[in-house]
């Protein structure tokens, strides 16, 4: 028999660490964004003040499913709605349930479900994003809101790029290493010192290499437009407590680019059996001419492709100087669940209504996307 357990604290969820990692190894969600030193970062730093509601299900005392979800606070028109999240919405580029296996997937996730319905005077939205299609959660979430006739609105879907070394390793190293030799030659890197080095397998001064790459992005169009991961205290806090975990976990897998002996450019990793998730990549704007972030991306990915690393995920966002090395992609998902309350019954008619109503016509669509980037601007000044 199946049963749910709430955890609401920080100090109790600090209990699960060991039965927490073996679950998620049995998962087929498994990924770094759900680890539980990922998951602890993320609630020290920005969920504090928010109400913790992670659900672990149990069958004949065995932990068989997680359900790592908070409730956080955000404005809608204006308004501040109560959102049922995962833990670390935001930040955080591939989130799902831990599950053990596939045999009971179905009814875990149904149970998870059945307990927010449940509670349903404690939240107006239930939004649940960067599901990766492949682990079948989102179809069961689709089957459950039809079953009981649930608004709710799904998508949009994002593409998630990625490149498969296991099968290729030969290629993709000569592919990446003549792409690497051209573009050096083109822009005349060669006669400047180039010189890229990686930093990873635990082999790493974690507070010094940290200092670095928050110089890069300090001088870059991130930095100056203070939309950096490191811009703010509670990011960079954040990439603090992670570099240092995952430095100990051997999980950092760091590549900076120099010219003529000075930092140029960094690409930020998580190396997680097998996998290199890039998280991040800045470049000091000064070398702008030379294009150093996609300098060093091809050399990281030659150098990938002659170590025991299987695939390199580029993970959540669609820019389009991603396609320039993959084709490859896995689908993202969305859903959002509403409650049946009055003003989550409004909410629901703006954003599955009025909202793509309004995106038709150009003019209201700019001058919204204005107001909204000049409120949240403001935000961030406070």
């Known amino acids: 028999m199946l049963t749910v357990s709430l955890v609401s604290n920080y100090n109790t969820f600090r209990n699960y660490k060991d039965e927490w990692d073996d679950l ?4 087929d969600a498994d990924n770094i964004f759900l680890t539980y030193d990922w998951i602890d970062a993320c609630l020290k730093h920005f969920h504090k ?3 913790v509601l992670i659900l672990n299900i149990f069958q004949d005392n065995k932990l068989v499913g997680i359900a790592p979800l908070v409730i956080m606070k955000k404005r809608c028109m204006g308004f501040a709605a109560r959102m049922v999240c995962f833990i670390g919405t935001s930040i955080s580029d591939r989130m799902d349930f831990i599950i053990d296996g596939n045999k009971n997937k179905e009814e875990i996730i149904t149970l998870i479900l059945d307990y927010l319905m449940k509670i349903k005077g404690r939240w107006d939205i239930v939004d649940l994003q960067e599901i990766a299609e492949n682990t079948g959660t989102m179809k069961i979430i689709e089957r459950y809101i ?5 608004m709710n609105i799904i998508g949009p879907q994002a593409k998630s790029f990625f490149i498969e070394l296991n099968k290729n390793k030969d290629f993709i190293f000569q592919k990446y290493s003549t792409r690497l030799r051209k573009r050096l030659r083109k822009n005349k890197l060669h006669d400047m010192n180039f010189k890229a080095e990686r930093h990873m397998n635990g082999d790493i001064n974690a507070e010094s290499l940290f200092s670095t790459i928050s110089d890069i992005e300090r001088y870059s169009w991130k930095g100056e437009g203070q939309c950096g991961i490191f811009s703010k205290r509670k990011g960079r806090c954040f990439h603090e407590q992670i570099f240092n975990k995952f ?3 051997k999980w950092l897998d760091v590549a900076i680019l120099s010219i003529n ?3 140029a ?7 997680y059996k097998q996998k290199s998730y890039n998280y991040n990549i800045a470049f000091d704007k000064k070398y702008y001419n030379f294009s150093p972030g996609v300098i060093l991306m091809m050399w990281m990915l030659k150098d990938s492709a002659s170590k025991d690393i299987s695939e390199f995920d580029f993970i959540r966002g669609e820019g389009s100087w991603k396609k320039r090395f993959t084709e490859t992609f896995r689908i993202h998902d969305r859903v959002k669940i509403f409650n049946e309350i009055f003003f989550s019954k409004h909410l629901y008619c703006f954003q599955a209504k009025i909202k793509p109503w309004l995106k038709k016509i150009k003019i209201v669509h700019i001058m919204w996307k204005i107001l909204k980037d000049g409120i949240n601007a403001f935000k961030d000044r406070r």
Request: a neutral charge.
């Open 146 to 150: 039809e079953n009981n006739k649930i």
């Open 265 to 271: 450019a960094y690409i930020y990793n998580y190396l």
């Open 261 to 263: 002996s000075k930092p």
């Open 247 to 249: 430095s100990n976990n």
């Open 24 to 27: 998620l190894s049995k998962s």
């Open 49 to 51: 003040t928010e109400e």
